[in-house]
């Protein structure tokens, strides 16, 4: 199995800033589509932030644009989220998510939705204080 180890979650004031850390077990890693998905209470599970598995495409949901960064270092297994300016309405509990599919690595693609990602770290919260 694959596993993911996140942190960088916290209690940041409105303005603030967070990077989120999602580090990977396994010698795969390079090939995966990664996502960072977030869950506020009593609301569905939503995609943040997709990255390709050379990092050259990346998604961000419009709510967070210009504001959060996705980036990845394959050489250290490793995925971050960088958000910037971040809002109350940021607040949930975010997970990294791999999508470890053939045909995902093939065509250089992400994909958008959590049914699509097979592997998914603990998740770290994120509190943003107005």
């Known amino acids: 199995q694959v596993q993911f180890v996140e942190s960088g979650g916290g209690l940041v004031q409105a303005g603030g800033s967070l990077r989120l850390s999602c580090a990977a077990s396994?010698?795969?890693?390079?090939?995966?589509?990664m996502g960072w998905f977030r869950q506020a209470p009593g609301k569905e599970r939503e995609l943040v932030s997709a990255i390709n598995w050379n990092g050259g495409r990346t998604y961000y949901r419009d709510s967070v644009k210009g504001r959060f960064t996705i980036s990845r270092e394959n050489a250290k297994n490793t995925v971050y989220l960088q958000m910037n300016s971040l809002k109350p309405e940021d607040s949930a509990v975010y997970y990294c998510?791999?999508?470890?599919?053939?045909?995902?690595?093939?065509?250089?693609?992400?994909?958008?939705?959590?049914?699509?990602?097979?592997?998914w770290g603990q998740g770290t919260q994120v509190t943003v204080s107005s």
């Open positions: 396994g010698r795969t890693f390079s090939r995966y589509g």
């Open positions: 998510a791999a999508d470890s599919s053939e045909g995902t690595y093939l065509t250089s693609t992400y994909r958008l939705h959590p049914g699509e990602y097979e592997y």
